[in-house]
């Protein structure tokens, strides 16, 4: 080959070509943005809509249905979900990958224009935003002030929110905690009904009297002047002293009828920050953009404010950014371990600085340079990416070593240098690039999987596929090169120890593996009989080795979920969760901040309290996420009226995944409330039965006390009155009616209109109440209606324009795949009614797709290297020899999975493909090397066992480097190590296996597959 020699006789370009590129990679890697994982958050569109008090079926019916339909014929619509609660409405639109969101959010916009007139009057127009509403905040920040909680949070919604926002990649923050400021108008009831006073009167005559219009133009000499007669409230005072009626020739005011208060909304919402009542930010990410450096630009903000305000002060008491910086720093630690353990093994083998500084060079330049493909392709450094890099560390010697191998036997041989790293160099370059190429063609079909399984993966498969490709140049001239210059040979009487000691252990090898290869040459059919009797045993662990979706990872993180009764009222639920933060505190001293909420965001439910406990770095405790979990579950079960749900966090490697954060998701689907929340309930009851399940949860409560009043259509038509006349008189009383606005300062605060103590009036006097009909009569409310007592449904869900109830729960002690199958076993022990169905959703079902895409790669993958290797040989039976080492390296995999308490997940998974080209290598240098002795006239016996001698320590020290390499990964110390630990642990173990057949197997294999491919010859002729 022309480029070994090309770069022997031109040592000063070969360097300055490897000085560019590293350059230009050390340069990228610096830009390179740092993230978690790479983007797989769903490109996602959500559109919004708020409907005061209307109940959760109104919503469904009137808003989120109409948007759901008219949505659903947008281009690239995978999946639409929908929520609807009292009052909102939102819809979660899931587009295939790779669709532009910027012309699908254009699309949805002309939609939604096309249906807005459908939608209810007085409905807020929707929103429409770029970002998935079920993702997690990247921050979460604390506010503390000695304001008043009013111009607290006034402060912060005009001066801080408006600069957190325009943030590159941040998508929106929410604001809960504080009070915000209201004027409200507490209406008497008995002295408007006294005065014959309507409450829509009080609302019309606000409106009427807070106005600011223009009168029109005159001209006074040169000029045009424009007249506008102000007449909006100044003040509270104005408001109060407004004239509502006359009675008698006197004025009736608002005072006179109402107690006009300066007030705050009614409080909906509780925040807690280490059990102290605060306000917090959640900052969340736009789909797509960094977390690392929108964190990082958060918090340089943050620090600007707090210099700008020192009337407030800011900081991050959840940085999600904290933990990924400290997994990519562990994956890093992990490579570099691993590729210092390479280079150790290579001076065991080779004892000589010298030549393992030539091979060991291949390391970094093959690393630096994929960080600038890295830049050019946009990725990011993050746990995939990082560990392909670590994955690939043991392997990029590999090629090296052949080649540096092969130029040492030419020297042994008294060629000179330059001939030597000539000749040496281009007899291995087909082999090393035949091999190189079925390690490249692994990872092919990887580049071409579609969901999240594709977009998880393909930095991987790019990275590893590109330093290999770095590595073989390298190999083919960097190392004949630096050979031409520097390699020597010892004279056996002035070498030291270390180097004689080398000597003395790699020739007792060789010797063990001849007298190995004999044994298996000579017996051939125990040898046979052995290799099934381990292969039957290997298969018999596949009902023991545990399946999942993705590794489990310890986030540190705890998340606590307290709910009461529905329908309790929030003082209630604050003082239980004031007694859970107590005996937080008390049990769990890793953490680094207790942080509380109810209600308010995207929760609106006041009996549900959450509590999130970030804890300190896992180097720092002796508990894992998931154990504390488990022990706080035992100390908080104990609050009366309260169920109790715990686990670990996992929001961050699961993000945009589809999922929920609980581990088991089964979903009904049917129309009939009624019926999912029965089948739901002997779901629950089933669950629970199940070894090792907990937390068992509906997303459907079994509805909030309404007490409904059912007006009689007849009788309020007697009375003169309509049916909208009537819900809007009791809506201004109970829940209010806004009646304009007070601005101040360019602030305004909305004037709300209610009876004064609604909150607490009995049903008795409700039907007291008296309405004014269209006639100005007074008619009293029980004339005309009655009151029911129900249970109204809390929420609505629906996937794919049908209703659904999703039951979820976690488990522990036990993997996903034994607890799903003894699900799926005793699901058909409960009725199915007509009409409905259950599914397995979340983990299971991204686990099933991402399974069948990797199946679908397993086996193009492993046709790509027959086919590459048959290109090489110009044979059909020579790759058929190499090949039989992939299913023997899998013998391994089962053990190492069962012994190791691991799960076989997608990690896994990827770990099998990779076997499929990393394990044929070896063997592929033995039997090009037998082919070129046959070739020579060596007869077929010798030149098996001489092609044997020959490459078992090139065999034995590219399997050492790649599988020393992966054990500080396999190993999977530290946060995040857990995701790439069960792809190294297959990956060694097969290849462990593998190198053993390559030696002693595959020349049996060589010689039987040859006589039986010379005998069906013969008989064809």
């Known amino acids: 080959m022309k480029l070994a020699k090309t770069s022997v006789r031109r040592p000063i370009g070969v ?145 801080v929110k408006y600069r957190i926002e ?85 004025l009736i005011r608002l005072r006179d009828v109402a107690n006009v208060k300066d007030h705050w909304e009614k409080k909906r919402s509780v925040v807690r920050i280490n059990q102290r009542p605060g306000v917090r930010i959640m900052v969340y990410k736009q789909s797509g953009s960094n977390t690392v450096s929108v964190a990082q630009d958060v918090k340089k903000e943050i620090e600007a404010i707090n210099e700008d305000l020192p009337q407030l002060h800011l900081s991050a008491i959840i940085d999600s950014s904290k933990y990924i910086q400290r997994s990519i720093k562990n994956v890093s630690s992990s490579a570099l371990l691993g590729g210092a353990l390479a280079v150790l093994i290579l001076l065991v083998f080779l004892a000589n600085i010298t030549s393992t500084i030539i091979i060991a060079i291949a390391i970094p330049v093959s690393i630096i340079a994929t960080f600038a493909l890295m830049y050019y392709f946009g990725f990011t450094l993050n746990i995939m990416s990082l560990g392909g890099v670590a994955l690939g560390i043991g392997m990029l010697v590999d090629n090296s070593i052949v080649v540096l191998e092969n130029i040492f036997r030419y020297r042994e041989k008294g060629q000179s240098k330059i001939d030597a790293s000539i000749n040496g160099a281009t007899e291995v370059a087909m082999p090393i690039l035949a091999s190189t190429l079925t390690t490249v063609g692994i990872f092919l079909p990887l580049m071409f999987i579609e969901g999240m399984s594709g977009i998880m993966f393909k930095q991987l498969a ?98 606590v979920t307290l709910e009461m009764e529905e329908g309790t009222r929030l003082s209630l639920v604050e ?41 300190i770095s896992a180097s720092r405790r002796t508990r894992s996420s998931a154990q504390i979990a488990t022990d706080l579950r ?33 979903q009904i689907r049917g129309h009939d409330i009624e019926t999912a929340d029965s089948l739901g309930k002997a779901i629950e009851r089933m669950l629970y039965t199940v070894n090792g399940i907990t937390d068992v949860q509906l997303s459907r409560d079994k509805g909030v006390p309404e007490r409904v009043i059912v007006i009689n259509r007849e009788k309020a038509a007697d009375q003169k009155l309509t049916i909208s006349k009537i819900s809007a008189f009791l809506e201004t009383m109970m829940s209010g009616t806004s009646a304009g606005n007070l601005r101040e300062d360019g602030n305004e605060y909305r004037i709300l209109v209610k009876a004064s103590d609604a ?81 397995f959703a979340g983990d299971y079902e991204e686990q099933q797709e991402a399974y069948a895409e990797l199946a679908i790669s397993f086996a193009l993958a492993l046709l790509l290297v027959y086919m590459i290797m048959a290109i090489q040989y110009e ?32 990690q896994s998974f990827i770990g099998c493909i990779m076997l499929g080209g990393i394990v044929v290598n070896n063997s592929i240098l033995l039997v090009d090397h037998i082919n070129d002795l046959l070739k020579a006239g060596m007869d077929k016996l010798s030149a098996v066992k001489e092609a044997a001698r020959d490459r078992c320590r090139p065999i034995l020290m590219t399997a050492l480097t790649t599988i020393l390499g992966l054990v500080p990964l396999a190993i999977g110390i530290g946060e995040g190590g857990e995701v790439q630990a069960p792809m190294a642990k297959v990956v060694i173990a097969g290849l462990s296996f593998a190198t053993l057949v390559s030696l002693l197997i595959i020349p049996l294999l060589y010689i039987e597959f040859t006589k039986a491919f010379s005998r069906s010859k013969g008989e064809s002729k």
């Open 15 to 159: 360097t300055m070509v490897m000085s560019i590129v590293t350059l230009f990679g050390i340069l990228s890697f610096y830009k390179l943005p740092v993230d978690l994982m790479p983007d797989m958050t769903y490109p996602t569109i959500t559109v919004s809509a708020n409907y005061s008090d209307a109940s959760p079926t109104e919503v469904e019916t009137l808003i989120t249905r109409p948007i759901e339909q008219a949505v659903s014929a947008i281009s690239g619509v995978e999946e639409i979900n929908s929520t609807s609660n009292e009052g909102s409405s939102r819809v979660r639109i899931s587009f295939s990958w790779g669709t532009d969101l910027d012309a699908a959010s254009n699309d949805l916009r002309d939609r939604i224009d096309r249906i807005i007139r459908r939608l209810p009057d007085d409905i807020e127009r929707p929103s429409i935003r770029k970002f998935d509403a079920a993702a997690t905040p990247i921050l979460v920040l604390g506010a503390s002030s000695d304001l008043d909680p009013v111009q607290m949070l006034e402060l912060i919604e005009d001066q």
């Open 166 to 250: 325009r943030i590159n990649g941040v998508a929106s923050i929410d604001i809960l905690g504080g009070n915000q400021r209201e004027i409200q108008v507490q209406l008497n009831i008995d002295r408007l009904s006294a005065l014959k006073i309507a409450p829509e009167t009080i609302i019309n005559r606000i409106k009427a009297e807070n106005l600011n219009l223009p009168a029109g133009m005159i001209e006074l000499g040169n000029y045009e002047l424009r007249l506008r007669t102000p007449g909006e409230f100044e003040n509270v005072n104005q408001i109060a002293n407004m004239v509502v009626g006359e009675t008698g020739g006197k």
């Open 462 to 559: 790019y990275i590893v596929s590109f330093s290999l490709l770095c590595s073989m140049a390298i190999s083919l001239t960097i190392v004949p090169m630096m050979s031409s210059l520097f390699l020597n040979i010892t004279a056996s009487n002035r070498k030291n120890y270390f180097q004689r000691l080398s000597e003395k252990g790699i020739s007792k090898i060789l010797s063990i593996h001849a007298i190995a290869l004999d044994f298996v040459l000579k017996h051939k059919t125990l040898t046979v009989f052995v290799l099934a009797l381990i292969l039957a045993s290997s298969l018999t662990m596949i009902k023991v080795v545990d399946t999942e979706f993705m590794p489990q990872a310890d986030e540190g993180e705890v998340r």
């Open 575 to 615: 003082k239980i969760m004031i007694e859970a933060e107590k005996i937080i505190y008390e049990k769990t001293p890793e953490a680094e901040v207790i942080f509380t909420n109810v209600g308010g965001g995207r929760s609106s439910n006041v009996a549900i309290g959450n509590i999130r406990i970030p804890l």
């Open 634 to 666: 035992k100390h908080l079960s104990a609050l009366p009226g309260t169920v109790v749900r715990t686990r670990e966090g996992r929001g961050m490697f699961m993000m945009g995944s589809g999922g929920g954060s609980e581990k088991l998701q089964l």
């Open 759 to 839: 909150e607490y009036m009995s049903l008795d006097h409700l039907l007291n109440l008296q309405v004014t009909n269209n006639i100005g009569k007074q008619v009293m409310l029980r004339n005309i209606a009655h009151i029911e007592s129900k249970l109204g449904p809390t929420l609505i869900e629906r996937r794919d324009q049908e209703r659904i109830l999703n039951v979820s729960a976690n488990f522990e002690n036990r993997g996903m795949g034994e607890i799903i199958k003894e699900v799926q076993e005793k699901l058909h022990s409960i009725p199915m009614p007509a009409r409905f169905s259950v599914i």
């Open 875 to 906: 044979a059909f039976s020579d790759p058929i020899i190499v090949m039989t080492t992939v299913p023997m390296s899998v013998i391994s995999v089962l053990p190492i999975l069962y012994f190791t308490n691991t799960s076989f997940n997608v």
